[in-house]
């Protein structure tokens, strides 16, 4: 992959490239604890999508750096990226078979937006549809989306990742990253 694994400072600066980042607007970003366990060092966050009008779910995502000197031979590198991303969509669409391969673009596009150079990227999507009965009956019937990817960096530069991430968690929840300055327009 061309990282120099031998690199002393490589998780600091890691750390250091994501918390140069200012999140996009719409979308809450707090650091979590990071599984134990899984490799020497982690940074991990999570998202909630605030953009939009009312107080209704409308997505949530986590974002978990892992880094392990020794190269995992599964990931193939030094560093993995996990994501998950989930967001309520119309009933309707829950059924739909290509928004699977649409959530899959939106991640890979966001990605390349963001210049993050990756190998090994991997993914589910998961439809959800779920109707209520008996005592949950008024829930009626709703749908959701859910994303778990990852994939492995090609740097200690995680911050096109992390902002690819962000701009994907606000995709799937239905809303666009704009430029600073610039505001959506009430219709």
Known sequence: MGIDSSTPHYFE???NSVSA???PEGLDVHPIDAPTGLAPNA????ADVTAGPGKHDRG???????????????W???????????????????????????????????????GASYDHP?????????????????QGRGSQIEVRASWSPSSSDAKPHAEAWARFVLYLAGF???????SAMGL
């Open 13 to 15: 600066e890691l750390v």
């Open 21 to 23: 980042i200012h999140w």
């Open 43 to 46: 940074l991990a966050f999570a």
């Open 60 to 74: 949530t995502g986590r974002l978990i750096f892992l880094d392990d000197p020794s190269e995992p031979a599964g």
């Open 76 to 114: 193939g590198g030094r560093t993995r990226a996990i994501i998950f991303a989930q967001s309520p969509i119309e009933p309707l669409m829950g059924g739909h078979d290509e928004l699977a391969h649409v959530a899959w673009s939106w991640l890979t596009e966001s990605l390349a937006m963001a």
């Open 122 to 138: 991997a993914a589910t999507v998961t439809r959800v549809v779920s109707v209520g009965f008996g005592e949950l009956s008024a």
């Open 176 to 182: 666009d990253v704009l430029p600073d300055g610039v």
